[in-house]
């Protein structure tokens, strides 16, 4: 009995510690899920929506809008696509499609932060509907991506790929960012 005895104590000391052990873990979830739940509001909270009118359409994810708030247009990056440089292939395409879409139209930018041009990056809309997701689905940009995101308008790209539309329809179509690495950027336009 003696030995049963000492066992019982070791399986129970055993038994408190891993409890204890997933008592950790535990807490240590929570924890996350607490301060991503509190990053997701301090983004939510920084997010400002303006509303205008496009004035100037640059190229396809690059435009200006006038908005009551400003007396100088906001230059818009549309966040989330990489359309085409306007002397890349498509470029003039992409660009002729988003200036028939929106110029002279009343638009509103949802943006959080500006680019290292000073462009305030952000998403599009027009009467509810994405114009980022526009351009990827008629195959006038692609989505963007980083190492941390996988392409925002993922499915939409795939669909313009799979239907071959705009620039999808060259099967030596090359994403911005590698023509800008290869040939530099276009010249100011």
């Not at 899920?33 to 997010?47: D, K």
């Not at 100037?56 to 809008?65: A, K, N």
């Not at 660009?95 to 879409?101: E, I, V």
Request: proline share 3%.
């Amino acid at each position: 009995m003696h030995n049963n005895q000492y066992f019982y104590k070791y399986f129970r000391l055993l038994y408190q510690w891993i409890r204890a052990q997933y008592a950790i873990k535990l807490i240590v979830i929570l924890l996350r899920v607490l301060l991503a739940s509190v990053a997701v509001q301090a983004t939510a909270a920084t997010l400002q929506a303006q509303s205008g009118v496009v004035t100037r359409v640059v190229d396809g994810d690059t435009l200006w809008v006038v908005t009551s708030a400003s007396a100088q247009p906001l230059k818009v990056r549309i966040q989330g696509i990489d359309a085409p440089e306007i002397c890349q292939p498509g470029g003039v395409q992409a660009r002729d499609a988003l200036k028939r879409l929106v110029l002279g139209k009343s638009v509103t930018v949802a943006s959080r932060a500006q680019d290292d041009y000073g462009r305030t990056l952000g998403t599009l809309h027009m009467q509810g509907q994405d114009m980022g997701r526009w351009m990827v689905a008629q195959g006038h940009a692609w989505g963007s991506s980083n190492r941390l995101q996988k392409a925002t308008y993922a499915d939409e790209q795939r669909q313009a790929q799979s239907a071959r539309r705009g620039v999808f329809s060259d099967a030596a179509a090359e994403q911005p960012g590698l023509f800008r690495k290869r040939h530099g950027s276009c010249p100011l336009h």
